[in-house]
């Protein structure tokens, strides 16, 4: 089993629609959560961080954490053709970067005009 | 301000050629990191620096060599590499050095946009 788990999509769905990507890890060391949105042959940019359990909400996007499920989620409200995107999620134990991020494969998103 | 820039953008290189990736950062963080990516993959860790220091190689041919010469700077120098070497270069950086702990605000990992490089 893979430590974290991401379905690659695609994902497509109209303008408009409310998009929800998940993922889900095995590691219980993981505290810090995030995502990464990248366009095609960019690099990741940093979308959302959580730490622990709980939501965060910023603009159109709320980044959602349950520990106890091992499970987390990114809404994206109101979406745009300009969503579309990989959506990388991340994860690491400590809070700083440098003890290094655990990546899902990423999710295709596409937002049909 | 959040910014890592990447020279060159692109790179197209003959298998005999030494060339070399150039990453920097003035946001005063401890630690850089090197990434290959592939098409439709994640990410993947080669070199982590802490404090100018080579804290991780995850087992990258010694073609690859990393360079640290200040804290804002990091250099990937190429040589004789293989067509399967093509991809994605992605440079980091964060906040907190390798085996801190951070009270701050948030810190991860921010990325630069990327060298895509190709071998012929």
Not at chain 1, 83 to 111: N, R, V
Not at chain 2, 48 to 62: A, D, F, R
Request: glycine letters at 8%.
């Amino acid at each position: 089993q893979k430590e974290v788990e991401q379905d690659p999509g695609p994902l497509s769905v109209p303008e408009g629609a409310i998009v929800s990507l998940n993922c889900t890890y095995s590691n219980s060391a993981f505290q810090y959560f995030m995502w990464y949105r990248q366009y095609s042959r960019k690099g990741p940019e940093l979308l959302m961080y959580t730490y622990s359990s709980g939501n965060k909400e910023d603009g159109r996007f709320t980044a959602q954490v349950d520990k106890s499920s091992k499970y987390i989620s990114l809404f994206i409200r109101d979406s745009q053709p300009s969503d579309s995107a990989t959506y990388l999620c991340a994860m690491s134990g400590t809070g700083g970067g440098a003890d290094g991020l655990t990546f899902g494969k990423g999710t295709h998103l596409i937002i049909q005009p | 301000d959040t910014e890592v820039t990447q020279t060159p953008k692109h790179l197209v290189m003959g298998m005999t050629n030494k060339k070399s990736l150039k990453c920097e950062q003035h946001m005063g963080h401890r630690a850089m990191y090197w990434y290959k990516q592939k098409a439709k993959k994640p990410p993947e860790l080669m070199f982590v620096y802490s404090y100018e220091k080579l804290s991780i190689n995850e087992s990258v041919p010694s073609r690859f060599s990393p360079e640290c010469p200040n804290s804002s700077l990091l250099n990937l120098h190429l040589h004789a590499l293989q067509p399967e070497d093509s991809a994605l270069y992605l440079c980091a950086s964060s906040q907190v050095g390798q085996g801190e702990t951070w009270a701050g605000a948030e810190d991860t990992q921010y990325f630069g946009p990327g060298t895509r490089l190709t071998v012929l």
